[in-house]
């Protein structure tokens, strides 16, 4: 549970500025994931995610809803730490989609 700040995305290894500027926030709260931007234009976001923090790596996983999450559509499968005030989450992508059953196995 709790607001994060997005202030680093990397990409095939290089960073992404322009979503950075943003000003991009995840809130946690339950089951559900807001996604809300500062810049003009940008619309909220609601979405659903899963988290099993028991495992290593530990699993952050999210989708448009509850049902993506259940039947894996569209579902952006993803490992996370917290060191600190600091949240590093990582997730594959195929191009602009989530990389369907491919989820990472290390943050470096």
């Known amino acids: 549970k709790g607001t994060w700040r997005i202030t680093s995305i990397l990409k095939d290894g290089k960073e992404i500025d322009a979503f950075v500027n943003l000003g991009i926030d995840f809130v946690f709260d339950g089951d559900r994931l807001e996604i809300r931007g500062e810049a003009k234009g940008f619309e909220t976001q609601i979405k659903q995610y899963r988290i099993d923090p028991t495992v290593t790596p530990k699993i952050l ?8 999450i259940e039947n894996a559509d569209k579902l952006f499968e993803g490992i996370y730490e917290i ?25 470096e």
């Open 83 to 107: 060191k600190d005030d600091t949240m590093r989450w990582c997730v594959k992508m195929s191009g602009d989609n989530p990389a369907k059953g491919d989820r990472p196995t290390m943050i």
């Open 61 to 68: 996983d999210f989708a448009d809803n509850a049902k993506a």
